[in-house]
């Protein structure tokens, strides 16, 4: 090989963008789209290590789920096991957010801005949001253990990045899944620095959307 000054500090680069990143981490690339129809957004999809997660992938952050024009915005979210979410209402209404689900029970009783605590979520597994004032208000929070997971975009993919390499069970869930998703893993090996392309096919139950009424000006609650 002739070493020019080009190939030099492409070199230095790669050298350099290897050790500023996760050292030579693996990436997930996951599309996933409903049984007989098109690909699927709001799925989410998530990978364990087969060896168990190490004490430095426990992390748990912050995350914030909205209130927009009487809606949960996002109205899928993923976070990691110990996470704390803040509720703002950017109404001008008040809203009355609760959950029923044994993951995370809690409500927030008819507030308006931001609540002063956020709602740590301790427990993996999923959360039903509802708001006490408007029925169709509705979301889900997929809690979950491990620190790698992504959430499909319209077209069906995720893209989970910095996997150390080694061996993984990916999952799916999404909130209308009819499948258990301990059902849905797919054991992967991830090598460094390499991608790897997984697919997942769902089979969404009907679900059953209280009506919203017409948004009105006068509209007050
Ligand atoms: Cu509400």
């Not at 168990?52 to 992938?57: D, H, R």
């Not at 799916?172 to 090598?191: F, G």
């Not at 991608?195 to 769902?202: L, R």
């Amino acid at each position: 090989m002739i070493l020019n000054k080009t190939t030099l500090s492409l070199a230095t680069g790669v050298l350099l963008s290897c050790a500023l990143s996760t050292a030579h981490a693996a990436t997930v690339i996951a599309s996933v789209s409903e049984k007989g129809k098109a690909q699927l957004g709001n799925a989410v999809v998530y990978a364990f290590p087969v060896a168990g997660l190490t004490e430095s992938e426990k992390n748990g952050g912050k995350q914030i789920i909205d209130q927009i024009d009487k809606e949960f915005v996002p109205h899928v979210s993923a976070i990691q096991t110990g996470t704390s979410v803040d509720f703002p209402n950017h109404d001008k209404i008040r809203h009355h957010v609760y959950s029923f689900s044994p993951a995370k029970s809690f409500e927030i009783p008819l507030y308006k801005g931001t609540p002063a605590s956020p709602i740590k979520f301790e427990q993996p597994g999923v959360v039903k949001l509802g708001c006490n004032i408007h029925d169709w208000m509705a979301a889900n929070v997929f809690i979950t253990d491990t620190p790698y997971f992504g959430i499909s975009d319209a077209s069906g993919n995720v893209v989970l990045r910095d996997l150390p390499a080694g061996s993984y069970k990916i999952y799916v869930w999404h909130p209308q899944q009819t499948a258990d998703t301990n059902s849905t893993a797919q054991q992967v090996v991830l090598k460094d620095v390499e991608s790897q392309a997984v697919s997942f096919m769902v089979e969404k139950k009907k679900q059953w959307v209280p009506f919203r009424a017409p948004t009105s000006a006068a509209s007050s609650y």
